[in-house]
């Protein structure tokens, strides 16, 4: 499956941007292990993740940087995975990445074999 993510760029801090993951291909899995993650890689600093969605939606974690502020979700219909994000802080500021698979631990980047090719999201303070 090819991943193609989208919606990044400048926002102020406080700001709120939406990302999206959409897949072209073949559809996302059918499967209550498939999974699709959001990480993220800020200049200088390993990749991170951010969020990670079930196929069905039912099983959605979130890393305790992001929790409270960002939300994802999924809409099957359209192949598409989104991350919204709200009162974005410089801290915010990396590449985004989308990660699609079945992985046993989903929040372990080397899981997935699946990758976008990434959305900058630059937060200015």
């Known amino acids: 499956v090819q991943l193609a993510e989208s919606g990044g760029g400048l926002v102020q801090a406080g700001g709120s941007q939406r990302l999206s993951c959409v897949a072209s291909?073949?559809?996302?899995?059918?499967?209550?292990?498939?999974?699709t993650t959001w990480f993220r890689q800020a200049p200088g600093k390993e990749r991170e993740w951010v969020a990670s969605?079930?196929?069905?939606?039912?099983?959605?974690s979130y890393a305790d940087s992001v929790k409270g502020r960002f939300t994802i979700s999924t809409d099957n219909s359209k192949g598409a995975v989104y991350l919204d994000m709200d009162s974005l802080t410089p801290e915010d500021t990396a590449v985004y990445y989308c990660?699609?698979?079945?992985?046993?631990?989903?929040?372990?980047?080397?899981?997935?074999?699946?990758w976008g090719q990434g959305t900058q999201v630059t937060v200015s303070s």
């Open positions: 990660a699609a698979g079945e992985p046993a631990t989903p929040w372990v980047a080397t899981e997935y074999r699946d």
């Open positions: 291909g073949r559809t996302f899995m059918n499967t209550g292990r498939y999974y």
């Open positions: 969605i079930s196929w069905s939606g039912g099983d959605v």
